[in-house]
């Protein structure tokens, strides 16, 4: 496993040019460019507070705040892990006649949405100036939540893009498992609703990383406060073992994928 570590930063530079890549063909013929990666966060969070506010009679008044909280690291995670599946067969023509670092495809793949990432915490950070929100020691751990999250789907998408070489079901089935863990994460709720408020019920919900991620932004900029250590260190172990499996499984089954392609 050190070994794929090395070769991935001894071509740095492919990776950062086909990151770059991806950045631009995902804007390709848009008028508005990256602007979209400004734009979406605030439609969905806008139309998700006037759902939520008006029609579901939310009286929470921070609500769009703790929405856009959950959503940044939710967006992360729900946009490169399908996307990364069909990394492989969509440069087929590099993996079958180029001798390359194959792991570089989906981790270009995971850093053109950690790009789209920072782009929606730059929006965050805007809104959170405008309020404003007083800032405190809690905003220093956001970049470790932030690579907590980057670890565990560099990993995963290590995964999802070989077994979706071999079976083209996979995206569509990463797709729907997402889905359903949208509302099981606390994205458009959080753990102090009042139907979650029972400490047995939290404490099974944040043992979902993705809980940990999500609640750990609302928590660090609304709150000021830290997550329990516990559930910040499990978090941090399935980040690591989801990286380190999707380090051994690419390895083990990269040389069958120019065969499959």
Not at 9 to 22: I, K, P, Q, S
Not at 98 to 113: G, H, N
Not at 241 to 254: D, K, M, P, Q, V
Request: glycine content about 4%.
């Amino acid at each position: 496993m050190p070994g794929i570590l090395a070769e991935t930063w001894r071509a740095r530079e492919l990776l950062l040019a086909l990151t770059e890549h991806e950045i631009k063909t995902r804007y390709r013929r848009s008028f508005l460019g990256l602007l979209w990666s400004l734009l979406t966060p605030l439609y969905q969070v806008l139309v998700m507070t006037i759902v939520v506010r008006l029609l579901w009679k939310q009286p929470d008044p921070n609500y769009s705040v703790k929405l856009l909280c959950g959503l940044v690291p939710w967006a992360f995670f729900a946009t490169a892990l399908p996307t990364s599946c069909s990394a492989m067969l969509r440069a087929r023509e590099l993996v079958k006649r180029v001798r390359i670092p194959r792991q570089a495809l989906p981790f270009s793949v995971v850093l053109s949405c950690a790009f789209h990432f920072l782009m929606s915490m730059a929006v965050l950070l805007v809104i959170l100036l405008l309020i404003p929100v007083a800032f405190g020691p809690a905003f220093l751990f956001l970049p470790v939540l932030m690579l907590m999250e980057l670890l565990m789907v560099a990993g995963l998408s290590l995964v999802v893009s070989v077994m979706h070489t071999f079976y083209t079901d996979v995206e569509y089935i990463i797709t729907n498992l997402i889905w359903a863990l949208y509302f099981l994460t606390p994205v458009i709720w959080h753990v102090g609703e009042p139907w979650v408020r029972d400490p047995h019920k939290q404490y099974l919900v944040m043992f979902n990383p993705m809980a940990v991620f999500c609640e750990g932004f609302r928590r660090a900029i609304i709150d000021k406060q830290m997550l329990d250590p516990v559930h910040l260190l499990a978090a941090a172990a399935v980040s690591i073992a989801c990286f380190l499996f999707g380090l051994w499984y690419f390895r083990r089954h990269e040389w069958q994928l120019p065969e499959v392609i």
